[in-house]
């Protein structure tokens, strides 16, 4: 019989439906029968690509037994992490005060106030390398609640109470300057690894926001050493197992520092951002392999992500079926020689496997390799390769394929809407514009709706119940300003407006600092409030970055002054930390460079609307059009005629303008950084 979470709309949630435990979504309703039991509730968070939830469920919330005593102890809640990252936020952030670590599965003790006594991840159905089994802790816990109340009172009160001391200020007096971004630069330097690209040990994640501070520093200042790292880390992971090599797209992340073996699951977040860092790498150096990948990973994206209604799916599973049944990890993307020679034959086997690092031994497990370019084959054979990609390609759309999460969220939608709309734009692909402008049209109908505000989550068309937290307004913000620039469609600004209004209003604190969620929002034991960027842009540095070009685009006074106050925490952050506030840094960046504003008055698509699209310098907003109604969709048109009945370009930046120029040379000139 199905538990509750039958009626959600969160894949994951889904996922345990059938669970013979009593599964909750988080509610009031389930705090409610806590208190009137009198029994602990046990918070579960997890989220559908990721492996040990999957693995936790099948040992401990599939069992019959163990789901008994669950269900006769506790009020069981389950999280979709993805859904409600504020929840997620607020009890990860106890999980690592208390343990030092965290992660998912997120398992949390909490009283019918909701306050947090007992936390871990993972438990194991048995005891094992000191850990305790899963039985074992409830047991534990059960015995506290029963016979130790006043203690599990006062812990829950202690932690709740160092919550409530974190809140931040705005971070740091004024905005970061030339001093805190090359004080992040050197701190990037120190971390960097020269030998395999990317920064620290293993495990190592793609740092596509470093990167993008990286290529917008070296646009400013001409540092060379800015833009090698950039370009060294980006050929190292398009080099890696980290990339699929025939499909395209990226994995999460590598378990080495080399970046062979991945964790296999493909995020949208991740292939966004890196879709954009490769096509800035290429507007930056014009390198053939950030083309192809930019290329590649929107396609991956379009082609595997994007759902019937236009919006993007979440992510790829890691784990899929083998050929003897088992549901294992990486199953879809290795390969053995002996699987090359079934599908290639031995010549293009022997090929196939030194073209991709495929060993006898294999890199990764049971005699299995991940695909990667080890680059020690000399000159190759373009046409060979193509025709064994393609093979290779075919046989595996047989294998059986990884499990997807279809729910459209908000805010990496923003951010894939923003790679495909400049990726169409640079590359000459008007199809991707097409894409970038369906998801951001879904965004539009689905996620605002009637109620005016941004919904977290949709599924097949439909919104889900949970509020936009402050990423979502960032990053949807930011890809409706990208698809402005390249479209000239000046309503992409005023939807872009109207987020930010709601970002002033709502999630906007004293002195500029800023909050995860809106003033009107579910009260949970704290407000979360995180500006550091770790797998994706916090919801701070995105509202920063949203509100600068805002800015620029309109000359809102209101919108930069609020860019500039969040920007206080860059200051504080980046000479400390640079690789956990990257996006933080390229907004400082832009804000360092102007923004620059270019206004064409001209034929949108034409050679000096690419051109300015084109352009390296940091942040720069660019707005197209030509004809009487220009003005009306782009402030920055009003009053810029044609010089000589001429597509004409005016740059602008610190409330200084250039001599208005009829020349894509000139101009490309003119924003070189």
């Not at 990948?293 to 899929?320: P, W």
């Not at 605002?448 to 949709?458: I, Y």
């Not at 407006?497 to 800023?514: A, C, K, N, R």
């Amino acid at each position: 019989m199905a538990n509750r979470l039958a009626q959600t709309t969160s894949p994951y949630l889904l996922q345990h439906a059938d669970n013979p435990v009593d599964w909750w979504p988080w509610s009031p309703e389930a705090f409610e029968e806590a208190r009137k039991r009198d029994v602990p509730v046990l918070l579960s968070v997890g989220y559908a690509s990721c492996h040990w939830c999957h693995v936790m469920a099948h040992e401990s919330f599939e069992d019959e037994t163990v789901a008994a005593y669950l269900n006769a102890h506790f009020v069981p809640v389950k999280v979709d992490r993805e859904e409600r990252p504020d929840v997620d936020a607020v009890y990860m952030e106890a999980v690592q005060a208390a343990t030092g670590h965290g992660g998912w599965p997120m398992t949390v003790f909490l009283t019918a106030d909701a306050e947090p006594f007992y936390f871990g991840t993972y438990f194991p159905p048995e005891a094992r390398h000191g850990s305790p089994s899963f039985q074992q802790v409830l047991e534990g816990v059960v015995a506290a609640w029963t016979d130790r109340r006043e203690e599990v009172a006062e812990v829950a009160g202690r932690i709740v109470a160092d919550l409530a001391g974190r809140s931040l200020v705005h971070g740091g007096d004024g905005v970061p300057g030339e001093q805190e971004t090359a004080q992040a630069l050197l701190g990037l330097t120190r971390e960097y690894d020269e030998q395999h690209g990317g920064f620290g040990g293993a495990p190592k994640f793609p740092p596509s926001m470093a990167v993008e501070f990286l290529l917008r520093h070296y646009a400013r200042t001409g540092s060379e050493g800015a833009l090698q790292m950039a370009a060294d880390t980006c050929s190292a992971m398009a080099r890696g197992g980290i990339y699929d090599q025939l499909g395209g797209g990226f994995a999460r992340y590598s378990v080495d520092r080399e970046w062979v073996v991945p964790h296999f699951e493909k995020m949208l977040y991740d292939n966004a951002l890196l879709c954009r860092v490769y096509a800035h790498l290429w507007r930056t150096t014009g390198s053939d392999e950030a083309r192809r990948i930019a290329l590649e990973t929107a396609d991956f994206m379009v082609r595997e992500l994007r759902t019937a209604e236009g919006g993007f799916a979440s992510a790829l599973d890691a784990d899929s079926e083998d050929a003897g049944g088992r549901h294992v990890e990486g199953a879809f993307y290795v390969w053995t020689p002996g699987q090359l020679r079934e599908v290639l034959g031995e010549d293009d086997a022997a090929f196939a496997a030194a073209y991709f690092g495929v060993t006898e031994e294999g890199t990764f497990e049971e005699g299995a390799s991940v695909l990667r370019l080890p680059g020690d084959t000399g000159p190759v054979d373009a046409a060979r390769v193509a025709d064994v990609r393609a093979r290779l390609l075919a046989a595996r759309a047989e294998r059986p394929r990884p499990g997807r999460d279809d729910k459209v969220v908000a805010a990496w939608n923003g951010l894939a809407v923003a790679a495909l709309a400049e990726t169409g734009a640079y590359f000459d692909r008007p199809d991707l514009v097409e894409r970038a402008t369906e998801a951001a049209d879904l965004l539009v109908r689905v996620h605002l709706g009637e109620v005016a505000r941004l919904t977290r989550t949709s599924k097949d068309g439909r919104a889900g119940d949970n509020a936009g937290v402050l990423e979502d307004y960032g990053d949807v913000a930011e890809g409706f300003l990208a698809l402005a620039a390249v479209t000239g469609e000046g309503a992409w600004l005023e939807f872009a407006g109207f987020l930010l209004d709601i970002v002033l209003e709502q999630f906007t604190g004293e002195g500029g600092q800023l909050y995860d969620t809106a003033h009107d929002a579910e009260q949970l034991i704290r407000r979360p409030q995180d500006p550091t960027d770790s797998a994706t842009p916090s919801g701070w540095t995105a509202a920063a970055g949203a509100l600068l070009s805002y800015a620029a685009y309109t000359g809102s006074e209101a919108h930069r002054t609020a860019a500039e106050g969040a920007l206080g925490v860059v200051k504080a952050l980046g000479p400390r930390v640079p690789r956990f506030v990257g996006w933080g840094l390229a907004v400082a960046e832009a804000l360092l460079d102007g923004p620059r504003e270019v206004a064409v008055a001209g034929p949108v698509g034409g050679e000096l609307h690419r051109t300015a699209l084109l352009g390296r310098a940091p942040g720069a907003v660019v707005a197209a059009g030509e004809g009487p109604g220009a003005g009306a969709e782009f402030p920055l048109l009003v009053d810029r005629p044609q010089v000589g009945g001429e597509p004409t370009a005016y740059v602008c930046r610190h409330f200084v303008c250039d001599a208005p120029t009829t020349d894509a040379a000139e101009l490309a000139a003119k924003l070189g950084g």
